[in-house]
Every structure is written in C-alpha cells, then in structure tokens.
C-alpha cells in the first residue's frame, strides 16, 4: 500500500477527530484505528502540530517552505562568494 502525504490542514482534522473520540470515552488505539492513522502518526503529529488550528497549520507549512527557499539561496550565494 503505498504511502500518502497528508496536508498540514488534513493532519490537523484527524488530531481534532481523535481528541473528539477520546473526549467520548475511547482509547487512543481505537481512536486511531477509525480514524484511520497510526499511535505513531497520532504522537508524531500531536507533537508537531498538536496546538495550532488549521489556519495556522497552513502558515506553518508556507513558512518552512520559505525558510527552505533561502536556505538554499544563501548557501548558493555564499558558495559563489568563496570562489
């Protein structure tokens, strides 16, 4: 099965659906399972986007990818200044 990558917005409504099932009484194991991720996913997600909302969910994403962007460039540019 092959993997899929889940946008910022999407993960941030599975944790929201998960927090609702285990307000109702259920594991986190069965939350998980109908929710249809893994306890892994679950922690790895909780612990990176575990308290922002879906706006800045996508503020996060705009922002990594930016910080990305001009890592690149300033590696570039400084590579160019040392020849």
Known sequence: MPKKKLSAEQIVTKLRQ??????Q??????ACKEVGTTN????RWRKE???LAVDQSKKLKQLETENSR???????????KQV
Not at 40 to 43: H, N, R
Not at 70 to 80: F, G, H, I, P, R
Request: hydrophobic share 45%; glycine share 6%; aromatic share 10%.
């Open 25 to 30: 009484g259920k594991t986190i194991a069965v």
């Open 49 to 51: 986007y575990g308290r």
């Open 18 to 23: 998960v927090e609702v099932l285990l307000a």
């Open 40 to 43: 892994k996913s679950y922690y």
């Open 70 to 80: 001009l890592k690149t460039l300033v590696a570039d540019l400084s590579l160019e």
